[in-house]
């Protein structure tokens, strides 16, 4: 049998490149998910832009205290 191009292929995982498991996909394993969780703590994953100022900090805050 030949492979199909529309084969599936096993995802693998984020961190190490291992096959993803069932139980923690898209990870290969409790701990790749915790690698990937302290990587967002840390800001390790950010969307480059420009700094936000006074005003924008000011309209955060109060969108906040109406929660």
């Known amino acids: 049998m030949?492979?199909?191009?529309h084969a599936a292929?096993?995802?693998t995982c984020p961190?190490?490149?291992?096959?993803?498991?069932q139980?923690?996909?898209p990870f290969c394993s409790?701990?790749?998910a915790d690698v990937?969780?302290?990587?967002?703590f840390a800001g390790a994953y950010r969307?480059?832009?420009?700094p936000a100022t006074e005003d924008e900090k000011d309209d955060?805050?109060?969108?906040?205290q109406e929660r």
């Open 36 to 40: 990937d969780l302290g990587r967002w």
């Open 9 to 11: 292929k096993q995802p």
């Open 47 to 50: 969307i480059p832009g420009q």
């Open 30 to 32: 409790r701990r790749c």
């Open 60 to 64: 955060s805050t109060e969108i906040n």
């Open 23 to 25: 139980t923690t996909r």
């Open 2 to 5: 030949t492979d199909s191009p």
């Open 15 to 21: 961190i190490c490149g291992q096959p993803s498991a």
